[in-house]
């Protein structure tokens, strides 16, 4: 007994080391030609936190989270997720990065053809080797968490703009990543079905998912954000915590961005 006892003091009392970001993204740079889409730009996140990155259309906000996710390759910098060195091209795994670093897009992009039950699965069988039954329990287990268990049968096209999302924020979750990116996934929808795609993230974000959210949302921001980056002309401009952006923007371009997006 004494023995346990003291086993569990010493451990206590250990220094705790801090845990390298997640996300590391130094000096990132990337051009198409002579138009400079990102210049510098410089960003970590940390496990469990959720960054939102919000900034006029064309800011590079979906080219940055492109980036990390080795969708688009960049020109200058370095981004590490969870250690893994995105830059390296050929020598990097964007299979295996991809099944760690979840993406979700504006425009679902779940197969026509397949029904939402065989969307979920493909990519556990066939890049992480699930059997079939493993891969499809798990499936049905996701599709009651975007709260819709009654759809495994169903085609994309059979659905709403706002199932379609929740299916393909469920196929990101089948891979079981470490950090989810969203490229403005509700812009597409009509604006009844916006809440209940938002719904989901909200959930994601309270069960400690690591997430970056390009998005127009600023309610979505407010509530869930641990920060905000505000991005214009490919740099990032501004970040700081929700808080602080929506009620004491420090730079001028932040405050006009603001004041137009919030009046509407």
């Known amino acids: 007994m004494n023995a346990t006892v003291s086993v569990a003091v010493a451990s206590s009392t250990e220094p705790v080391l801090a845990q390298a970001p997640l996300l590391r993204i130094d000096g990132v740079g990337k051009s198409y030609g002579t138009v400079q889409v ?6 970590d996140v940390q496990r469990g936190e959720v960054v ?3 900034g006029p259309s064309g800011s590079g906000k979906s080219t940055l989270i492109k980036c990390v996710n080795g969708l688009v390759p960049f020109n200058a910098g370095r981004i590490l997720c969870d250690g893994v ?9 964007l299979v295996r990065l991809r099944t760690r670093v979840g993406m979700v897009f504006q425009n679902f992009e779940l197969y026509p053809h397949l029904s939402v039950l065989e969307n979920l699965c493909l990519a556990p069988v066939h890049v992480l080797r699930r059997p079939r039954s493993e891969a499809a329990e798990r499936a049905h287990q996701l599709l009651v968490r975007v709260g819709l268990p009654d759809k ?53 974000a309270r069960d400690g998912m690591t997430m970056m959210v390009v998005t127009h949302e600023m309610g979505f921001a407010r509530k869930v954000a ?39």
């Not at 990102?38 to 960003?43: I, K, N, R």
């Not at 060195?85 to 795994?93: F, I, K, N, P, T």
């Open 85 to 93: 060195d995105v830059g390296l091209g050929r020598q990097v795994d």
């Open 152 to 204: 495994a049968g169903s085609l994309p096209g059979q659905l709403s703009g706002g199932q379609q999302q929740r299916v393909a924020i469920a196929r990101a979750l089948a891979m079981d990543p470490i950090a989810l990116l969203f490229d403005e996934p509700t812009s597409a929808l009509d604006p009844e079905m916006v809440g209940e795609v938002l719904d989901v993230m909200v959930e994601l």
């Open 38 to 43: 990102l210049s510098g730009c410089t960003l």
């Open 226 to 264: 641990d920060r905000v980056v505000f991005m214009d002309a490919g740099r990032i401009v501004e970040t700081g915590t929700a808080d602080g952006f929506f009620s004491e923007p420090t730079t001028e371009r932040a405050r006009g961005f603001l004041s137009r997006i919030l009046s509407h």
């Open 52 to 54: 939102v990155i919000c």
